[in-house]
Every structure is written in C-alpha cells, then in structure tokens.
C-alpha cells in the first residue's frame, strides 16, 4: 500500500489483532490439548488478544504488510507424539485462520441479505472492517503455509523428513535469515517471488463465489 493514513489504520486494525489472535490461540490450545502445558503455564489459551500481539510486529505489519505476534512455545517432550503433533500444532494457527475468514465471509452474506443502505457511512465502514477480515485471515494463511523456516509450512515439512535436531536448528536459523530477504525483494522489485496477494484474492473471492454474497 502506499501511504497509510489513519483511516486505513482503524478499517485494518480489527481485521489483524483478531487474525494475530485466533492464529496463536490456535497453536496454544492444540498444543495443551496434546498434553503440553507450556503455553497454558503461560497464559497463551487465551482469546485476550494482549495475550499474543507484539507490539513492534504489529507495527510492522501496518506500515510494512510484513510483522509477526509473540511466539507460543512448547515442549516437545510433553507430547505424546512429538512428529505428530508438533505438525498438528503448526496446521493449527492456519487452519484457525481459513476458520475465520470464511466466518466472517458468512457474516458478509447475512448482512447483504437485509436490505441496508450502503449510502450508510458506518455501514460502509462495517462492510470495509469485514473484508479486511477475510482478506487478512487469508493473507495469515497463505504466508504461514510458506515452507519457509520459522513459518509454519516449514514445520510440516521439517517433521515429516528424518533429520537430525542440529541440522534442524540450522535449517530455521538460516531459514529465517532467508524469509527476510525474500520479503525485501519483494517488496522492493517487481519480482514478485511470493504471489502472496494474487493467492489472498483467489481465496477470497472464490468464497463469496461460492456463498453467493453480493456480485461475487
């Protein structure tokens, strides 16, 4: 986006505390209800969005469209099948967020069932908040299922091979080092390396498509 302005701050804000929030619930309350307590002890199975956002991911997320909340830990020795569930943890905050996005494509085809006016200033304000939530928890999706170490799709990948836990450590040290430079080309050239936006816009309007909202 090119400036941001504090209109497009407000509109967006709702849509990404709650997509921060749902995400890291998520992998907090499958994580405890796989028998670690870590993040429990932590007071991460918590809906209180105070809970998961880090304040400068937040901010970089705003002005950068690229940020990150408080990571939620766990020990894989209090699981019951440590490969098993450490990838039901990671699909956890994903899944989280198609759950979200399509909740909130539903709650998009009710209001279009009414008969509102969209001359409505507020109105027009409520429909914008509630398309930045699907787009955002399908933005949330689509970068998190990057295979790209710390991201969850690295995960997924990273406990399905067999590897030491060294060279694993390694992989997301230098993993990560490699997201963030990817992202700065990104964004700086017309690459376009990570078609994150076009992937966001095919799952977003293939769900109103297929809910009938609106001209969708």
């Given at each position: ?10 509109l ?79 699909i ?70 067999n ?15 490699g ?38």
């Open positions: 986006m090119g400036g941001i302005d504090l209109e497009s701050i407000i967006i804000l709702p849509a990404i505390i709650i997509g921060l929030t749902f995400h890291e619930y998520a992998h907090a309350k499958v994580a405890h209800m796989l028998g670690d307590d870590t993040a429990f002890l932590e007071g991460r199975v918590s809906l209180n969005p105070l809970k998961h956002i880090d304040w400068f991911g937040l901010i970089f997320i705003i002005i950068a469209h690229f940020g990150w909340a408080k990571p939620v830990h766990f020990n894989p020795e209090k699981l019951k099948n440590p490969r098993r569930d450490e990838k039901l943890i990671a956890a905050g994903p899944i989280a967020n198609v759950i979200m996005a399509i909740l909130f494509a539903l709650i998009l085809k009710l209001w279009t069932s009414f008969e509102i006016n969209p001359d409505s200033a507020m109105i027009k304000y409520a429909f914008e908040i509630n398309m930045y939530c699907i787009f955002l928890n399908y933005g949330l999706f689509v970068f998190n299922m990057i295979p790209i170490p710390p991201l969850d799709g690295s995960h997924l990948i990273l406990k399905s091979i590897i030491s836990k060294e060279m694993e450590a390694n992989i997301i040290k230098y993993g990560a080092i997201l963030f430079a990817v992202i700065i080309i990104d964004s700086q050239t017309h690459l376009n390396i990570l078609p994150i936006g076009k992937a966001i816009q095919f799952l977003t309007y293939q769900t109103l498509h297929i809910l009938q909202v609106g001209g969708y």
